[in-house]
């Protein structure tokens, strides 16, 4: 049987039967300067949620370049670079990015709201009929982690 949510690529698979916790287009800088986008499709799983089936294939490194020691890692698969997904080193969450991680983009529930908008930046505010918010949606509460 098929998972609900399935990405990575050859070597390292990585799966959900879980919906997602949070679902948004991200427009923090961080998430630009690792995926080349203007704003970016990105799900949070609880971190028992979303599964890998080769561990020991994963590459990591800090997800934020100019904060090494912060608890996101970018993973990537050992044999052929491809973006996985990212880790809480807390243990609180693991992010998917459909379009860069491997799923069927088109089969991935729609984000439903933009996170991280910041009007300095220089382009217009979202106007897609979803809501806008300077950082998470306010109802958005941490996992605890382990």
Same mark, same amino acid.
């Given at each position: &049987?098929? =998972?609900?949510?399935?990405?990575?690529?050859?070597? *390292?698979?990585? +799966?959900?039967?879980? @919906?997602?916790?949070? =679902?948004?287009?991200? !427009?923090?800088?961080?998430?630009?300067?690792? +995926?080349? $986008? $203007?704003?970016?499709?990105?799900?949070?799983?609880?971190?028992?949620?979303?599964?890998?089936?080769?561990? @020991?294939?994963? %590459?990591? $490194?800090?997800?934020?370049?100019? =904060?090494?020691?912060?608890?996101?890692?970018?993973?990537?698969?050992?044999?052929?670079?491809?973006?996985? &997904?990212?880790?809480?080193? &807390?243990?609180?969450?693991?992010?998917?990015?459909?379009? *860069?991680?491997?799923?069927?983009?088109?089969?991935?529930?729609? %984000?439903?709201? !933009?996170?991280?908008?910041?009007?300095?930046?220089?382009?217009?505010?979202?106007?897609?009929?979803?809501?806008?918010?300077?950082?998470? $949606?306010?109802?958005?509460?941490?996992?605890?982690?382990?």
């Amino acid at each position: &049987m098929a =998972n609900k949510y399935q990405g990575g690529c050859d070597h *390292v698979h990585v +799966t959900s039967d879980a @919906d997602p916790i949070d =679902n948004h287009e991200c !427009h923090c800088n961080v998430c630009k300067a690792v +995926t080349g $986008q $203007q704003h970016t499709h990105v799900a949070f799983f609880n971190y028992g949620d979303l599964k890998v089936d080769h561990p @020991d294939k994963i %590459a990591r $490194q800090p997800f934020n370049k100019d =904060n090494p020691n912060g608890p996101l890692e970018l993973c990537t698969c050992s044999e052929c670079g491809a973006a996985l &997904m990212l880790d809480d080193k &807390m243990k609180r969450i693991r992010v998917a990015v459909p379009n *860069v991680m491997g799923y069927d983009d088109a089969a991935f529930p729609d %984000a439903t709201y !933009h996170a991280f908008w910041d009007e300095s930046k220089g382009y217009p505010k979202p106007s897609d009929g979803r809501p806008v918010y300077d950082s998470l $949606q306010p109802g958005f509460v941490w996992p605890a982690g382990a």
